[in-house]
């Protein structure tokens, strides 16, 4: 294949190591209005998501909220019971899992652990009945980009979690499949390795330039893989954007309390009608709103709103508008988490940077919000715009 | 480990090293240590050994020394102690060999072919399709008969007047399958493999199971078909328990021994006399001497036969 973005492949090659590693032109992903019900349950609720040819989408969402299961009917592992899924321009509904040609790794990794690792990496080649030559000249070029050179003649079982994940990884290139479906790949990683094989799989992704459709439950793993970010809650799509935009800009209140760590805090308010609208009440005092806030507020008319608030966007300063005690202090070395109780009980997370501070457990202390809060619908949810 | 020999300077050194080793300064209390895990875990063991030795060892010593007896046919007559002689007789008879050969054959006819059934039925019955449990317990069913009533069924069916499957093969009225020279052996393996199958399945369906879902999805999405992903994934990883099956397939089939008494007696004209059979016969007549070699030998027959399948069989089986 040419380059991605029509860089020579020499170039490319000579920059990455990769060999004469090539790989299918990327294929666009399409879920079209896709439901899937098992019995009563919806895994997933009238799903339309694209994946760009060549992009790296993450579906991200808590455990139950039916990523791996939208993932699976991409793959056809499972079939839809309603809506079109598409690889490229075709319709692949009806089509069997072998003749999609997509790759995927397992969050077991699902290495065949009679076979050594060569025969691994080989497996779907000998499916496709590709010539052993050919076979030969693949696996090498795979497995010297992958660093498995010297562990071709081992059994899965003979090797690490890491070195699995790579055999994974490498049977999925082997190949060039249209796209590639990842479900949790590092999670049976420890966290020294998960990083590491993060910024790997990152990096590959450059490498390839292949569509890369990202199942994980972990959002720091969503914002670095993923170029968009899908959020799935109870099958149903919340928001697809890139990381910064789901960051900054978190289209509910479902997506500003799962994106983000720690978690931004989310409080129930009232608007301040006493002296035109200044701000939110909220337990413990209240949130200043700059002047676009407050118009969009007064525009919106209602007393109730949920306000969100960044924990790094909190801090102490005596001339703050909250006042909370702090209940407990956890120092992180780069930073330190405060978790302060509200008056009515709540719990509020403060992020510090910098030099420690010396507040501890017991301490009364008031807070002054950074710039303005989120502002979501009390009861849709829904962000309201400013 | 003696000192003579050791430079003043080497003895200096062990005497440091046994210092640092603190509470075990020398060879003898780590023994002590290790006498001390052995004999507690003999004494874990013994009564095993204990019912091992009363009912297993002890009659297969017993059983080979009566293998150098020769046994007169009335009980008043002492045996006569007659050496290696009568092993070498009877190991060397046209009638050991022929039983044997006859064996050979049941075990041939039984124990593929429970494997093969065993592993298919298994296969289908793993389907994820409405009603499949029916399917399971009726092909589990077999394992709660017991060979008799197995045997009684079949001795119905296999009735040349009265049976079902005389009627079905169009031979009714005459001397019967159990009569028939050619079907005799055959028939009374279908009654074991029959009576097996339900053992099998329920052995293969577990190892089915154990089978991570994992490993047929990512074969499947690495292009194989049901056919490739059969043989290259689930056999293999099927192979342990195929091979514990054979194994133990090969040992029951040696010693098939209640369908064979209840259904032909070893007939007809021998075609249906096994080694065990044979060993019964024997015994019947109060030839305890020949009724002991042919013990023996069966024994040592099982023992190398279950050695080659580990030696040579085993080495393509994948434990995971």
Redesign the interface.
Known sequence: MNGQGGRPVDARDARTGLGGLAVAEPSRLAFEGVTKRFGDVVAVDDLTLEVEPGESLVLLGPSGCGKSTALRIM???ETPTAGVVRIGDRVVNDV???D?D???V?Q?Y?L???LNVRRNIE??LR??HVPADERDRLVATTAQSLGLEALLDRKP?QLSGGQRQRVALA?AIV?HPRAFLMDEPLSNLDARLRTEMRAELAELHLRLGVTVLYVTHDQVEAMTMGQRIAILRDGALQQVDAPRTVHDRPANAFVAGFIGSPPMNILAGRVDTTDGIAGVVVDGGSIPLGPAAAAALRQRGLPDVTVGVRPEHLRADPAGTLKVTVALAEYLGHEQHLGCRLPGGGLLTVRLTGTRSALGPGDAVTLAVEGDPHLFDPVEGTRIDV | MSDAGLAPGAAALGEVAAGAAGDAPNGRRRLGRTGREAAVGYLFVLPAMAIFAVFVFYPLVRTFWLGFFRVAPYPTIPSKFVGLSQYKSVLTSHDFWASLGRTVEFVILTVPIGILLGVGLATLADARIRGIRFFRTLYSSTVATSVAVASVIFFTLLNPTVGLFSYWLGIEGGNGILQSNTWALPAVATVTVWQNIGFTFILMSAALQAIPQDLLEAARIDGAGGRRRFWRVTLPLLSPTVFFAGVVGIIASFQAFGQIDLLTQGGPDNHTMVLIYYLYTSFQNNDFGTASVLATALFFILLAVTLVQFRFIERRVFYG
């Open positions: 793959a056809g592992l069997d899992p072998k999609r997509v790759a995927m397992f077991s699902a065949y652990p009679h497996f779907p499916s496709r079982a049977r190949r």
